[in-house]
Every structure is written in structure tokens, then in C-alpha cells.
């Protein structure tokens, strides 16, 4: 069965895509949170909390923003691995990472 995430971006541009069984295979839930952790440290991201607290959500939304549109259209894999990670951390057959709403 095939899951979808769907991207949106800052200036209202959608793009909506498949993810197979062989991109989400590479991930675990526990393995995709921490492949998502480690990629937001690597990227050197700071999370937008006050309280210094770094959720899940903040660090997908954070690391799809740093990401170009033209990583999105055509999808290079490093966008198609955050998205089956992203989609493997949340636990859901389908995500909707909506960057002008600023939430999942």
C-alpha cells in the first residue's frame, strides 16, 4: 500500500506525493525520529520554542523548510528520505507538512 505526504509551501504551492513500500522500509517509528533528530542537528537548526523544548513537529516543519522548492518539484531523494522518515515518525499512512500554516 502506497502512503502519501503532501507538501505545502510558504507562498500557498502544493505538491502531493506517493511514497512506495521501499522508501518507508528503510525506517522504523524509532528510527525515523532519530534520523529526523540527528538530520536537524546536522543541518544546524534551533528549535522556536522559548522553553528550549524540541517537539517532533517543530523539527519536521523546520527541516522541510530548509529545503528548496526546487527540492520538491522534481523530488530529490534527500526530500523523498525526510519524507518517509517524517511520515515513519508520525506514524501515519498519510501527512500533510503545511510550511504557510506553520503545523502537520
Known amino acids: 500500500?502506497?502512503?502519501?505526504?503532501?507538501?505545502?509551501?510558504?507562498?500557498?504551492?502544493?505538491?502531493?506525493?506517493?511514497?512506495?513500500?521501499?522508501?518507508?522500509?528503510?525506517?522504523?517509528?524509532?528510527?525515523?525520529?532519530?534520523?529526523?533528530?540527528?538530520?536537524?542537528?546536522d543541518a544546524g537548526l534551533e528549535t522556536p520554542n522559548p522553553m528550549g523544548k524540541l517537539l517532533l513537529v517543530d523539527q519536521i516543519l523546520l527541516l522541510a523548510l530548509n529545503f528548496k522548492s526546487a527540492d520538491y518539484k522534481p523530488l530529490t531523494p534527500a526530500a523523498r528520505r525526510f519524507l518517509c522518515a517524517a511520515l515513519k515518525a508520525m506514524d501515519r499512512p498519510t501527512l500533510t507538512i503545511d510550511l504557510a500554516a506553520y503545523r502537520l
Request: charged letters at 20%.
Open 1 to 41: 500500500m502506497d502512503h502519501q505526504v503532501s507538501v505545502v509551501l510558504k507562498n500557498g504551492e502544493r505538491y502531493d506525493f506517493a511514497l512506495g513500500a521501499e522508501g518507508l522500509a528503510a525506517f522504523d517509528a524509532a528510527g525515523a525520529r532519530n534520523w529526523i533528530h540527528q538530520a536537524f542537528l
